[in-house]
């Protein structure tokens, strides 16, 4: 299957900075990709899915103008949450897929906002 | 909307111990399911899916019934070893492949002692 990568895996900022995560597809063409952030013992939420060249969708709820996502190619997309607050803390959890593949997803980057 | 609702943890078991992790879902129309599991430090990994009612999945021992009567799929092992343990994850999917929109549940957590 497919490697993924994330990075940085865990991150801690000051409240009002913005934070970029960027995912990798090592060895697979992802002409989707999804973002999910998951909170303690809870399950983990899909945020938005983007495919590459496209603007991303985002799920109800999901505030599109501070979660920023960037599919720039088959390999890489980003996540960068603007002007951060503590209530952003949580872990951050990128998948890729290849329509009607199986989802790979990364190890996660744990975000903590001071 | 969709869900997912699985037993929570920590499930801890001897080893070769019969494991089960229950895993029930509400959803619209006929999903897929699935059987996700998460070692220390790594990705979400597939370990079985199943399309269609009473389908059967199964990987490195583990198994899982597609139940639509009882909207139910369970994961089971016969006998569980130490390499087992991690947190594993029920999922459903309104499409067969994978690299669509997944619901989660809470995940489990199994911890398997000699």
């Known amino acids: 299957g497919a490697v993924v990568s994330q990075h940085p895996s865990r991150v801690i900022c000051k409240s009002g900075t913005s934070v970029k995560i960027e995912c990798r597809s090592l060895?697979?063409?992802?002409?989707?990709m999804f973002w999910y952030r998951q909170f303690p013992k809870q399950s983990l939420m899909l945020m938005a899915t983007?495919?590459?060249?496209?603007?991303?969708?985002?799920e109800q709820g999901v505030e599109k103008d501070k979660f920023l996502i960037n599919h720039a190619s088959l390999t890489l997309s980003t996540l960068t949450v603007t002007s951060a607050h503590p209530e952003d803390s949580s872990f951050y959890i990128c998948s890729v897929g290849r329509g009607g593949e199986t989802q790979y997803f990364g190890p996660g980057t744990r975000l903590l906002v001071l | 909307g969709d869900s997912v609702t699985q037993m929570e943890g920590p499930v801890t078991l001897s080893e070769e111990a019969f494991l089960t992790i229950n895993c029930t879902y509400t959803?619209?129309?006929?999903?897929?399911l699935f059987w996700y599991v998460q070692y220390p430090g790594e990705g979400l990994q597939l370990l079985l899916k199943?399309?269609?009612?009473?389908d059967k999945g199964s990987n490195k021992g583990f198994e899982a019934t597609y139940r639509k009567e009882t909207t139910s799929f369970h994961l089971e092992k016969g006998s569980v070893q130490v390499s087992d343990s991690a947190v594993y994850f029920c999922?459903?999917?309104?499409?067969?492949?994978?690299?669509?929109?997944?619901?989660f549940g809470t995940g489990t957590r199994l911890q398997v002692t000699l």
């Open positions: 060895d697979f063409q992802a002409t989707t």
């Open positions: 959803a619209t129309g006929y999903p897929s």
């Open positions: 199943a399309t269609k009612a009473d």
């Open positions: 999922a459903l999917s309104d499409s067969a492949g994978t690299a669509s929109k997944l619901t």
């Open positions: 983007s495919n590459e060249g496209s603007k991303a969708t985002y």
